[in-house]
Every structure is written in C-alpha cells, then in structure tokens.
C-alpha cells in the first residue's frame, strides 16, 4: 500500500516589516488632550452621565474621560454596575472611539463596534474634523 506524502496546511509567505508608527510630538499631544477635555467637559459629561434610576439600574456611566495610548486618543468611560445575585458594586471601563495619529498633524478615527472592535470609517482628517466628528456623529459618543 502506497502512503502519500503529508503535507502541511501552513505555507511560509514573505512579511515585510511593518513602517514605524510616526512620533507624536510633545506640543501637539498635550494640544489634542485640552481640545478634546474641553469637549469631554462641556458636552459629553453633561449630556451622557445621569445618575442612576431609583428602577436599580445594573449597569449605568459614572465618567467619560480620554487618555494616549502610544499613538492612538481614546475617549473612554467608565461604568459602575452591580451584581445582582450577591449585590456587589463593581466598576470596568469602556473604550467608545479612538483617534489614530499617522503624522502631518492627521487623524484616522474610529468607533467601537458591538463586536467589540475597532472600525476606522474616517482617514487622514484635521484635528478640527476629528473634534467636530466627536460633537455630531452620534457613533462616537458613549451609549
């Protein structure tokens, strides 16, 4: 009886190396992080954090708040929620969007999806374009 030759399922491909992610420069971080709190400040916080129903609300936003994480701003919340069976309060955060920097003062943005990743519908956008994206783009703001 003839046995056949096992071959592997996997095949060796040629990987380029990835470019280096652009260097975020120090004046236009801390630009980015005072734009975006004004806006964090002045409408999403009044806007979105409620305090919670007297129904005994299980999961409910207690703050909204943005952070740079090498070279993405993310705007995220954090949510308290209980635990209905032994009564325990819990809190976890949330990431809503995030702002990719990729150089020349551009943006790439994206919004969480329920599948619990990233979707990048806008690239190579302004500052400007990014802040008003967060004020009217319903998708980028917390749920």
Same mark, same amino acid.
Not at 36 to 60: A, R, T, V, W
């Given at each position: 009886?003839?046995?056949? &030759?096992?071959?592997?399922? =996997?095949?060796?491909?040629?990987?380029?190396? *990835?470019?280096?992610? @652009?260097?975020?420069? #120090?004046?236009?971080?801390?630009?980015?992080?005072?734009?975006?709190?004004?806006?964090?400040?002045?409408?999403?916080?009044?806007?979105?954090?409620?305090?919670?129903?007297?129904?005994?609300?299980?999961?409910?936003?207690?703050?909204?708040?943005? &952070?740079?994480?090498?070279? =993405?701003?993310?705007?995220?919340?954090?949510? *308290?929620?209980?635990? @209905?069976?032994?009564? #325990?309060?819990?809190?976890?955060?949330?990431?809503?969007?995030?702002?990719?920097?990729?150089?020349?003062?551009?943006?790439?943005?994206?919004?969480?999806?329920?599948?619990?990743?990233?979707?990048?519908?806008?690239?190579?956008?302004?500052?400007?374009?990014?802040?008003?994206?967060?004020?009217?783009?319903?998708?980028?703001?917390?749920?």
């Amino acid at each position: 009886m003839a046995r056949s &030759k096992s071959r592997s399922k =996997y095949e060796w491909v040629y990987s380029p190396k *990835k470019e280096p992610s @652009p260097k975020i420069p #120090e004046a236009l971080k801390k630009l980015v992080q005072e734009r975006f709190q004004e806006i964090i400040d002045n409408d999403l916080k009044p806007n979105c954090i409620h305090p919670p129903s007297p129904e005994g609300k299980i999961m409910y936003l207690v703050d909204i708040f943005g &952070k740079w994480y090498r070279n =993405y701003f993310y705007i995220c919340g954090t949510y *308290k929620y209980k635990n @209905p069976l032994t009564g #325990e309060e819990s809190s976890s955060e949330h990431k809503f969007s995030r702002f990719e920097y990729v150089g020349s003062d551009r943006f790439n943005v994206a919004y969480m999806r329920h599948t619990e990743k990233f979707w990048e519908f806008m690239q190579d956008v302004t500052l400007e374009q990014c802040l008003e994206s967060l004020q009217t783009l319903p998708h980028l703001r917390p749920f």
